[in-house]
């Protein structure tokens, strides 16, 4: 691959050898149940305890949750969403600079949780912050897009 990040606006004809895993390792999704009752955590709930038990149960059972009443604006989450987006855009060479493949750094940009041990990579880009406490952390967020920090 000529660049480190997925979202470098390469388009592939058909997907690098590096991202490719072995059948034996590909989800089987004929035998993938259909999960019609997603749990749904209510974090507005008074009593803690009860919550939980429910993340426990749904971690245990499911994998997964939805959470509700958290608190979070639907404007902050679009504010969110945008700068994500923004950010997931700028010009390659951009990204880069955040680029690494140290997974001990508390920023950073890559495509893999460790790069060098893994034989296949993973289909995306992620960017790793660390976010407590952010008077220690917000420092070393991007700069660019400057609505990130």
């Not at 050898?17 to 390792?25: D, G, K, L, M, Q």
């Not at 987006?85 to 010009?91: A, I, M, N, T």
């Not at 060479?93 to 920023?107: A, G, R, V």
């Not at 993973?122 to 952390?137: G, I, Q, S, V």
Request: proline content about 8%.
């Amino acid at each position: 691959m000529d660049t480190k990040v997925i979202s470098s606006g390469v388009q592939y004809t058909s997907l690098p050898a590096s991202y490719v895993r072995p059948e034996s390792e590909r989800p089987r999704l004929s035998e993938v149940s259909a999960c019609e009752n997603v749990p749904v955590i209510d974090l507005g709930c008074e009593d803690r305890s009860q919550i939980v038990r429910q993340i426990g149960d749904a971690c245990e059972h499911y994998g997964f949750f939805q959470v509700i009443n958290h608190g979070v604006s639907l404007e902050a989450v679009e504010k969110m969403l945008g700068v994500a987006h923004d950010f997931f855009s700028l010009p390659v060479e951009e990204k880069l600079k955040l680029y690494s493949d140290d997974p001990s750094k508390t920023m950073r940009l890559s495509t893999s949780f460790n790069v060098n041990k893994e034989t296949v990579h993973n289909w995306r880009d992620y960017l790793r912050l660390h976010c407590y406490p952010l008077d220690t952390y917000v420092p070393e967020w991007p700069s660019n897009p400057p609505p990130f920090r």
